[in-house]
Protein backbone atom coordinates (compact mmCIF):
# COMPACT_ATOMS: atom_id res chain seq x y z
CA UNK A 1 0.00 0.00 0.00
CA UNK A 2 1.61 3.34 -0.91
CA UNK A 3 0.14 6.41 0.60
CA UNK A 4 0.78 10.03 -1.22
CA UNK A 5 0.01 13.52 -1.48
CA UNK A 6 -1.01 15.69 -4.48
CA UNK A 7 -2.67 18.86 -4.78
CA UNK A 8 -5.88 20.22 -6.76
CA UNK A 9 -6.72 23.52 -7.06
CA UNK A 10 -4.51 24.66 -3.92
CA UNK A 11 -5.77 22.66 -1.96
CA UNK A 12 -3.53 19.33 -0.51
CA UNK A 13 -5.45 16.04 -0.89
CA UNK A 14 -4.38 11.95 -0.56
CA UNK A 15 -3.82 9.37 -3.00
CA UNK A 16 -3.56 5.50 -2.36
CA UNK A 17 -2.63 2.50 -4.27
CA UNK A 18 -2.68 -1.24 -3.51
CA UNK A 19 -0.82 -3.05 -5.34
CA UNK A 20 -2.24 -6.71 -4.58
CA UNK A 21 -5.36 -8.28 -3.38
CA UNK A 22 -5.98 -11.73 -1.99
CA UNK A 23 -8.90 -12.45 -3.85
CA UNK A 24 -8.78 -10.73 -7.37
CA UNK A 25 -5.89 -10.03 -9.56
CA UNK A 26 -3.77 -6.78 -9.41
CA UNK A 27 -4.71 -3.31 -8.81
CA UNK A 28 -2.82 -1.09 -10.92
CA UNK A 29 -4.65 2.52 -10.46
CA UNK A 30 -4.22 5.49 -8.28
CA UNK A 31 -7.31 6.95 -6.49
CA UNK A 32 -7.95 9.76 -4.48
CA UNK A 33 -8.47 9.14 -0.22
CA UNK A 34 -10.79 10.88 2.18
CA UNK A 35 -10.38 10.33 5.57
CA UNK A 36 -12.87 12.34 7.94
CA UNK A 37 -15.58 12.06 10.51
CA UNK A 38 -18.29 10.68 10.89
CA UNK A 39 -18.08 8.58 7.34
CA UNK A 40 -14.48 7.17 7.98
CA UNK A 41 -12.51 5.69 5.11
CA UNK A 42 -13.55 6.86 1.75
CA UNK A 43 -11.71 5.94 -1.61
CA UNK A 44 -12.52 7.65 -5.18
CA UNK A 45 -12.58 6.98 -8.82
CA UNK A 46 -9.14 6.37 -10.71
CA UNK A 47 -7.28 9.34 -10.94
CA UNK A 48 -6.81 8.76 -14.85
CA UNK A 49 -6.60 12.13 -15.34
CA UNK A 50 -3.43 12.94 -13.34
CA UNK A 51 -0.20 12.11 -14.40
CA UNK A 52 3.25 12.00 -12.14
CA UNK A 53 1.36 11.46 -9.12
CA UNK A 54 3.83 9.23 -7.35
CA UNK A 55 6.98 11.06 -8.33
CA UNK A 56 5.37 14.24 -6.60
CA UNK A 57 4.97 15.92 -8.93
CA UNK A 58 1.39 15.58 -10.58
CA UNK A 59 0.26 17.07 -13.79
CA UNK A 60 -3.69 17.79 -14.27
CA UNK A 61 -5.57 16.77 -17.46
CA UNK A 62 -8.46 16.86 -16.96
CA UNK A 63 -12.11 17.93 -15.24
CA UNK A 64 -12.37 17.56 -11.50
CA UNK A 65 -15.16 15.26 -11.85
CA UNK A 66 -12.99 11.82 -10.56
CA UNK A 67 -12.34 13.54 -7.23
CA UNK A 68 -14.30 14.32 -4.25
CA UNK A 69 -15.94 17.62 -4.52
CA UNK A 70 -15.75 17.92 -0.29
CA UNK A 71 -15.03 16.25 2.70
CA UNK A 72 -18.21 15.28 2.87
CA UNK A 73 -19.23 13.64 -0.51
CA UNK A 74 -17.89 12.25 -3.46
CA UNK A 75 -18.44 13.73 -6.67
CA UNK A 76 -20.30 11.91 -9.53
Same mark, same amino acid.
Given at each position: MLLRFFEVAGE #???A #? *??IKKRSSGHERT #?? +? $?? #??APDGIQVGKS $?? +?FHGVLTGVPQFT? *??GNLFS *???EIAE
Open positions: #IRR #I *SV #IR +E $LQ #IC $LT +EG *SM *SRD
